[in-house]
Antibody, heavy 123, light 107 residues
């Protein structure tokens, strides 16, 4: 079955960097766009970034643009999120999710989601 | 950015009752709206897309309706496993955004 497993979360100080990974299995990874989304403790869901199936296009939320970089390795079925200049407000559970239906004009749906990895930014 | 407002914030109901959840968009999203279910400690689960289409595995007691700016998720007869938080999400334009969620709790 389709499975997404995130890793790389942890506790970091403000201004530091962290790299998250998502290992995909059970589907043809290279045929799908992939999202990162996050959820601050006790809060709602926020989309973070999307990368197209072939890596040719990326999209970012304004809140992370210029600090975060989404990338993928289709040969390994992995998705990454490089997070630089982390802020306290970046504290959240980070989820990867498969995209359904994104195009240049509009994003897609999120299905399924991984179990998430917690990033805590604190001094 | 399109803002999605969900109401009520909390719905207190008993098993077997019907639940009606609302999602209002700040601008028209046509029918480009989805619903997700999230249980405590779990990832969100994709339930409904294009306003009214059930995703694979979504029970028939879940139904979606609406278009433009006003949408509804109805759960016809609540099962114990349906008590959770529900989020709406649009894909009409960049960026995709989520509503703040409606918690369906046991009365």
């Amino acid at each position: 079955q389709v499975q997404l497993v995130e890793s790389g979360g942890g506790v970091v100080q403000p201004g530091m960097s962290l790299r998250l990974s998502c290992a995909a299995s059970g589907f043809t990874f290279s045929s799908y766009g992939m999202h990162w989304a996050r959820q601050a403790p006790g809060k709602g869901l926020e989309w973070v970034a999307l990368i197209w199936y072939d890596g040719s296009n990326t999209y970012y939320a304004d809140s992370v643009k210029g600090r975060f970089t989404i990338s993928r390795d289709n040969s390994k079925s992995t998705l990454d999120l490089q997070m630089n200049s982390l802020r306290v407000e970046d504290t959240a559970v980070y989820y990867c999710a498969r995209d359904l239906g994104a195009a240049a004009a509009h994003p897609g749906w999120f299905d399924p989601w991984g179990q998430g990895t917690l990033v805590t930014v604190s001094s | 950015e399109i803002v999605l407002t969900q109401y009520p914030a909390t719905l207190s109901l008993s098993p077997g009752e019907s639940a009606t959840l609302s999602c209002r968009a700040s601008h028209s999203v046509s029918r480009s709206l989805a619903w997700y279910q999230q249980k405590p400690g779990q990832a969100p689960r994709f339930l409904i897309f294009d306003a009214s289409n059930r995703a694979t595995g979504t029970p028939a007691r879940f139904s979606g309706s609406g278009s433009g700016t006003d949408f509804t998720l109805t759960i016809s007869s609540l099962e114990p496993e349906d008590f959770a938080v529900y989020y709406c999400q649009h894909r009409s334009s960049w960026p995709p955004t989520f509503g703040g969620g409606t918690k369906v709790e046991i009365k």
